[in-house]
């Protein structure tokens, strides 16, 4: 209670151009936009669609202000929100209109040149690949977790960002309970199995819930995704959040995405929800990379018999009939389970196993797509 009140007390001395009192006083920060853990403090700003001032300035204010009168705070995250874009516009906006791109995408599925806006780079990153689904449950994170895990075991430099703030999952998939350190105005990324990861997960305790807006969840996805010290990467793993809403729109448009690996189980249901995500994506010309078909089938632990709990084969026809790869199919199994749940990557917990071996075949052809290696299965 003594440090949220310090802290409000600190943000009542700030002041912005074009705001009526303090920040405080305009209603732009509450209680209930601070976010406590132990000493790491996440301070969201509600910035009004027309505001006057310097982003930038008001940002660093806080940032000084905290720093200074309240060493106790180790990590704080300023997070500038907005009900409208143009308010955060001299944040993530260039100066001048975007240049259109004009080489055509790799991708066979995205027919004709890439007329996306060339949104700006993230300096060290060479591809950012989108894992995303049009609906939650399909086993996106564990299938993320398990690519990027797989891509820097085969020699390559990879980030992993986990960009579901409401339930992140990366903390548990990873076993991570470490929090991540400051340098500057950077926030430095915790490594583990070769992959630097953040995720807002390392920023408050596992069972608090994040009851935000959408704006401020748009706001610090950005944040985390430039104001990380990711360093010189080939693959940047985004853990994109489930469904086609806002934050997930946003992040397709402003992130320089090279391109995206749709999850979905072999269900209809759920391939439903997967060909919304793939057309939202398809919209924003980023271009698909391809399908997986997760928890293709079940692997019965005693005697190996094969189930088609889910059914079998449907993100495979609909690869097919949609016009982009099949990437592979990875099975219900318990030992995927079980590896997940300790917190290890199938490459990590039996780097030989058949598990790691239909990660490592799904790897390579991301890879191979995006130019960085050569697909070693003839059947691609």
């Not at 943000?11 to 132990?38: H, M, Q, R, S």
């Not at 430099?157 to 470490?178: C, E, H, N, Q, T």
């Not at 807006?213 to 940047?236: C, H, I, S």
């Not at 592979?328 to 490459?347: E, F, Q, V, W």
Request: with cysteine.
């Amino acid at each position: 209670m003594m440090m949220i009140t310090r802290i409000m007390a600190n943000l009542a001395k700030v002041t912005a151009d074009g705001v009526k009192g303090n920040i405080v006083e305009a209603g732009l920060v509450a209680e209930k936009d601070v976010a406590i853990n132990d000493h790491k403090v996440v301070v969201s700003v509600n910035v009004p669609g027309d505001f006057i001032g310097d982003l930038k300035a008001l940002k660093g204010d806080i940032e000084r202000r905290m720093k200074k009168n309240i060493p106790q705070i180790t990590n704080l995250l300023v997070v500038l929100t907005g009900e409208k874009g143009a308010g955060l516009a001299p944040e993530t906006a260039p100066a001048e209109p975007p240049k259109l791109r004009t080489v055509p995408p790799k991708n066979p599925g995205v027919p004709g040149p890439d007329m996306r806006p060339a949104q700006a780079a993230i300096p060290g990153i060479k591809h950012i690949v989108a894992v995303a689904s049009g609906k939650g449950g399909v086993g996106k994170s564990t299938t993320a977790v398990n690519l990027a895990a797989t891509l820097a075991a085969l020699g390559f430099k990879v980030g992993l960002l986990d960009g579901d703030i409401y339930g992140p999952s990366i903390p548990r998939l990873l076993d991570i309970k470490d929090r991540p350190a400051m340098k500057g105005d950077k926030i430095l990324p915790i490594e583990k199995y070769g992959m630097k990861v953040m995720s807002m997960g390392f920023l408050q305790d596992e069972e608090s819930p994040v009851i935000w807006r959408g704006p401020m969840v748009v706001t610090a996805l950005m944040q985390m995704t430039r104001d990380v010290e990711w360093g010189e990467l080939d693959f940047l793993v985004l853990d994109m959040p489930p469904g086609t809403g806002d934050a997930q729109l946003t992040m397709a448009q402003q992130t320089p995405l090279s391109g995206a690996v749709i999850v979905s189980t072999p269900q209809d249901l759920a391939l439903v929800d997967a060909r919304k995500g793939l057309k939202m994506f398809k919209d924003v010309d980023v271009p698909i990379l391809g399908i997986i078909e997760n928890m293709s089938s079940f692997v019965c632990p005693h005697c190996g018999e094969v189930s088609e709990i889910f059914g079998h084969g449907g993100a495979e026809a609909d690869a097919r009939r949609l016009g982009v790869m099949f990437l592979g199919a990875i099975p219900l199994h318990m030992d995927i389970r079980k590896t997940s749940d300790a917190g290890k990557p199938c490459i990590v917990a039996d780097p030989g196993g058949v598990h790691a071996e239909h990660y490592k075949k799904v790897a390579l052809k991301v890879a191979a797509l995006l130019g960085m290696a050569e697909d070693e299965d003839e059947d691609a």
